[in-house]
């Protein structure tokens, strides 16, 4: 039986003045769980600082046995170095043969970390784990090829992109562990601040799903509004090509591509994008990609479900429109 860690990541849910808030399980973990639950493996979640009686019944539905909340000095909370340690040091402690995280910035910065400190292989923005035959399935050459790599260690880390799985839920019943790491420190890397988006920030690319992303067809920053709008009705992430990012139209957080973030989402919606080999990289995996552009022989609209034959800038604010009216 092999001990298979995940590390969850947790978001606080705002409640009413009455109530505290709470923490809640990121639903792109739930497909990460479905994942991990092989066969001969027994699953050990990892939250950093939370409070476990608010995930149990939560993770307990999806199959996992063992919850673990690792607890970090207030102090030092937010720091990934210290973060990284205690990872370490609980995965030595629960005897873990391999660890599932995320693709996400978080678990961009803390798994090749713990990696390097337990000289791990690491497998990243993987779309499958074998985990009985230490398989890890990821994409190559701009999104062209599948590689299956074949990992060999005494511990193994994956890092799964978000919503390439989907989730099933598996009812089982989890102990309370804990591991305490309020004596870690970090010497050569200190959080000076932290603080919160603010509320009209854009939802993750990594977690969104359903994306709606502007490119050199969008022509300027103020057009980028008219997606935003759309976006907002839609409950939706913003997205960009490379073209519109090296333009200044937005921010480089936007982009989805080989370069950018590489996303999964239900539905991505391509404004105004042709569709190069290097953003198709970053948004293949999407289950339902729609394109809007002018030209009926972009390379987008060889390679989506659906696409309308439109100039974006007439189309969007119409599409928001009816949207509005419901």
Same mark, same amino acid.
């Given at each position: 039986?092999?001990?298979?860690?995940?590390?969850?990541?947790?978001?606080?849910?705002?409640?009413?003045?009455?109530?505290?808030?709470?923490s809640?399980?990121?639903?792109?973990?739930?497909?990460m769980i479905?994942? !991990?639950?092989?066969?001969n493996c027994e #699953?050990?979640?990892f939250?950093f600082?939370a409070e476990?009686k608010?995930?149990?019944?939560?993770?307990?539905?999806?199959?996992?046995?063992? #919850?673990?909340?690792?607890?970090?000095?207030?102090?030092?909370?937010?720091n990934?170095a210290v973060?990284?340690?205690?990872?370490?040091? !609980?995965v030595?402690?629960?005897?873990?043969?391999?660890?599932?995280?995320?693709?996400?910035?978080?678990?961009?910065?803390?798994?090749?970390?713990a990696?390097a400190?337990?000289?791990?292989?690491l497998?990243?923005?993987?779309?499958?784990v074998?985990?009985e035959n230490?398989?890890?399935?990821?994409?190559?050459?701009?999104?062209?090829?599948?590689?299956?790599?074949?990992?060999?260690?005494?511990t193994l880390?994956?890092?799964i992109?978000?919503?390439?799985?989907?989730?099933?839920?598996?009812?089982?019943?989890a102990r309370?562990?804990?591991?305490?790491?309020?004596d870690?420190?970090?010497?050569?890397?200190?959080?000076?601040?932290?603080g919160?988006?603010?509320?009209?920030?854009?939802?993750?690319?990594?977690?969104?799903?359903?994306?709606?992303a502007?490119?050199?067809?969008?022509?300027?920053s103020?057009?980028?509004? #008219?997606?935003?709008?759309?976006a907002?009705?839609?409950n939706? !992430?913003l997205?960009?090509?490379r073209? !519109?990012?090296?333009?200044?139209?937005?921010p480089?957080?936007?982009?989805?591509?080989?370069?950018g973030?590489k996303v999964?989402?239900?539905?991505y919606?391509?404004c105004?994008i042709s569709?190069?080999?290097?953003?198709f990289?970053g948004m293949?995996t999407?289950?339902m990609?729609i394109?809007?552009?002018?030209?009926?022989?972009?390379a987008?609209?060889?390679?989506?479900?659906?696409?309308a034959?439109s100039?974006?800038l007439k189309i969007i604010?119409?599409?928001?429109?009816?949207?509005?009216?419901?």
């Open positions: 039986m092999k001990n298979i860690g995940i590390i969850i990541e947790t978001d606080i849910r705002e409640s009413d003045a009455e109530e505290l808030d709470k809640e399980v990121k639903a792109i973990c739930f497909g479905t994942l !991990a639950r092989q066969k #699953l050990f979640a939250v600082n476990i608010d995930l149990k019944s939560e993770l307990e539905s999806f199959g996992i046995t063992n #919850l673990v909340n690792v607890v970090l000095a207030p102090e030092h909370q937010n990934p973060r990284a340690k205690a990872m370490v040091n !609980a030595k402690d629960f005897n873990i043969h391999a660890v599932l995280g995320l693709s996400t910035p978080m678990g961009k910065d803390l798994l090749p970390r990696a400190q337990l000289d791990a292989p497998v990243m923005d993987c779309i499958h074998d985990l230490f398989l890890a399935k990821t994409s190559h050459y701009s999104g062209k090829a599948i590689a299956t790599i074949k990992t060999a260690g005494e880390i994956f890092g992109r978000p919503n390439a799985v989907e989730p099933v839920m598996a009812q089982a019943s309370i562990l804990k591991f305490d790491g309020t870690l420190v970090a010497t050569k890397l200190k959080v000076i601040k932290t919160k988006n603010d509320k009209s920030a854009n939802i993750n690319l990594a977690e969104a799903d359903i994306i709606i502007g490119g050199r067809g969008m022509q300027n103020e057009n980028f509004n #008219l997606i935003s709008k759309c907002e009705r839609l939706a !992430a997205g960009a090509s073209v !519109a990012v090296d333009e200044g139209w937005v480089y957080s936007m982009q989805v591509g080989q370069t973030e999964s989402p239900k539905v919606i391509a105004g569709g190069s080999i290097q953003h990289a293949k999407s289950r990609i394109a809007i552009n002018r030209d009926e022989n972009a987008i609209m060889s390679n989506c479900d659906y696409y034959k100039d974006v604010p119409r599409l928001t429109e009816l949207l509005k009216n419901g």
